[in-house]
């Protein structure tokens, strides 16, 4: 938990329906999980989108409360229709979002997290990004950031506690 | 320190379910891959070298994926994550070496699609022990974590 909560960043990009979405206005009120991620990373982003889902499901007042917003770094090679095919493996309601590069670098700096790197040539690049789940509460205040290696105990924990927070 | 717990503990669990597979002073447990939601998908497991040579894994097959990469995920002071390939992963004697997420991984490129429980069975190459087969078990991603696996 953060003792001095800094403010829900603004940006906007586009959803895997092609929406407009502005971060602050659509999450206004909500639980908010907002991670940076791609699709061809194997390793942590599954396990930190899947470990929430499993709250979710042991824990729908939790989920009801909650918007999670996974945002793809990788613009390249994740279309919207992938995207919402990889987050529908975790949660249905997971919203994906995409956009320009230059929109995901404002977005990526917006939240404080460094904008994502592509590393490597031809289709098998990695992307090294930030690793880490930033809460914010209702209150449109960032509570919480959680590094990857985090205990499925302590989502369960930690996500009633934040969903109490009141906006 | 939290490493070595974690080592414990899988060490542990390798013990209270048996090895799976062992050959030339190897064993090997608690193989496991998560379901992939997207193009590739980690295996991970643990290793016990109690031969009397350093072993060191160069390589993995298995039908299921396009081609078979060893990958580390190292943390930044800053907390980014960096994935990047590695020739192998040392399996020194008398040590119990995890893959694990966030760490070591055989990533399976251009995996198909797996659904929790099934298994897949996977080769992986030794320069010593040569090649040993292997089975995994699909795993919801969750589970992959040695923390909440077994439990």
Redesign the interface.
């Known amino acids: 938990m953060i003792e001095e909560p800094t403010p829900k960043p603004s940006f906007t990009l586009t959803d895997t329906d092609g929406r407009t979405y502005d971060f602050a206005a659509e999450t206004e009120g909500k639980l908010t999980l907002l991670y940076f991620g791609y699709l061809n990373c194997p390793d942590i982003c599954p396990v930190h989108l899947a470990q929430i889902a499993e709250v979710f499901e042991r824990e729908p007042d939790v989920a009801r409360e909650t918007e999670v917003v996974f945002v793809s770094v990788d613009p390249d090679r994740d279309s919207p229709e992938a995207i919402r095919e990889f987050l529908d493996n975790f949660d249905g309601d997971f919203v994906g979002l995409t956009g320009t590069r230059d929109e995901l670098d404002a977005a990526q700096t917006a939240a404080g997290v460094p904008p994502a790197v592509l590393e490597g040539e031809g289709d098998d690049y990695t992307v090294e990004h930030a690793g880490w789940v930033i809460a914010y509460g209702a209150d449109a205040l960032n509570h919480a950031i959680y590094p990857f290696g985090v205990r499925q105990s302590e989502w369960v924990n930690d996500l009633q506690i934040l969903a109490e927070i009141e906006g | 320190m939290r490493r070595t717990v974690l080592g414990l503990a899988l060490l542990s669990v390798a013990l209270l379910v048996g090895c799976q597979e062992s050959g030339r002073g190897l064993l090997v447990s608690d193989v496991r891959v ?9 295996l991970y497991f643990t290793v016990t070298n109690r031969g009397d040579e350093p072993d060191r894994l160069v390589g993995a097959t298995t039908d299921v994926a396009e081609r078979v990469e060893i ?1 580390e ?1 190292t ?1 930044d002071d ?7 390939a590695v020739a192998g992963v040392d399996a020194p004697i008398n040590q119990t070496v995890a893959l694990e ?2 760490g070591l ?1 055989v ?3 251009g995996v198909e699609r797996l659904d929790e429980g099934e298994s897949v069975d996977v080769t992986l190459q030794w320069e010593v022990a040569g090649d040993l087969d292997v089975v995994a078990e699909v795993v ?3 589970e ?2 040695a ?2 696996h077994g439990q």
């Open positions: 998560g379901a992939p939601a997207g193009p590739n998908a980690a990958h995920t943390m800053d907390g980014t994550m960096r994935m990047q997420p966030g991984h990533m399976l490129v919801a991603p969750a992959t974590m923390d909440d």
